[in-house]
């Protein structure tokens, strides 16, 4: 299956490359709704919808932010096994 919608920032890499979606990349959505629950900010939103392509590309995130201090580590963990590059 292709794609070639959806929202920006819960879109995997391989649906902004126009490659075949699989079990992954639903679970790369559950990676970001997770992150965002727990800190209340999106992994990959930049300024414009091309910054945020090209941040989900790059698959650079962290949990420097402040919102994150409180996080478990468990939490982190679980995050960073969703939001992986296939």
């Known amino acids: 299956l292709r794609v ?3 929202t920006p920032e819960f879109l ?3 649906v902004v490359n126009y490659e ?3 079990f992954p ?3 790369w959505s ?3 709704i997770a992150y965002m629950l727990l800190s209340g900010l999106s992994p990959f939103l930049g300024d ?3 910054e945020t392509l090209n941040n989900i590309l790059s698959c650079s995130w962290d ?3 402040e919102e994150f201090r409180e996080v478990s580590d468990q939490a ?3 995050i960073s096994k969703l939001l992986i590059k296939e």
Do not use: C
Request: charged share 35%.
């Open 30 to 32: 559950v990676g970001v």
């Open 4 to 6: 070639n919608f959806g």
């Open 63 to 65: 949990f420097e932010d």
């Open 48 to 50: 414009d919808d091309n």
């Open 20 to 22: 075949f979606v699989s």
């Open 76 to 78: 982190k963990d679980f």
């Open 12 to 14: 995997a890499p391989e």
């Open 25 to 27: 990349t639903d679970m």
